[in-house]
């Protein structure tokens, strides 16, 4: 039996499903457009360079600087030159997108209890470890 074209199509309406409640939820904040990109952030340490989120992310390049921008002009984060290479920069969070991840948080934890309802923890680690697996898989594909 073929799974992926299934698959791809039940990830991709449930990916839509949850990004807009989320994106509704945070309607209010000036960051529903760019909450994943904070999240992420926050959640790898609070700094990575552009093409560690681009990485991450598996977004393209145009997008991840357009997300940069936006949250940089609101104050929640920041570009430093990297010691490292003075040609790239490390994007870091600040204060204010650290007060706001609780909020964000928050949402999420909503999220989850409406989107994993009658999931167990033993079923919600197999699918994100089925998940894990499968972008391992995917990322040496060639």
Not at 64 to 77: D, F, H, P
Not at 115 to 127: C, P
């Amino acid at each position: 039996m073929e799974f992926a074209g299934d698959i791809v199509l039940q990830l991709m309406v449930t990916y839509r499903s949850l990004n807009g409640q989320m994106t509704e939820l945070l309607e209010a904040s000036d960051i529903a457009q760019h909450y994943q990109l904070l999240v992420v952030l926050c959640r790898i340490g609070g700094a990575a360079t552009q093409t560690e989120l681009i990485r991450y992310l598996k977004m393209n390049e145009s997008t991840v600087r357009a997300s940069i921008l936006v949250l940089e002009q609101k104050g929640y984060v920041t570009k430093v030159k990297s010691n490292r290479d003075q040609r790239s920069h490390i994007i870091q969070v600040t204060t204010l997108a650290k007060n706001l991840l609780g909020n964000i948080e928050s949402i999420l934890g909503n999220v989850d209890s409406v989107a994993f309802r009658g999931l167990d923890q033993a079923q919600l680690f197999q699918f994100w470890y089925a998940l894990i697996k499968i972008n391992q898989n995917l990322s040496n594909f060639v």
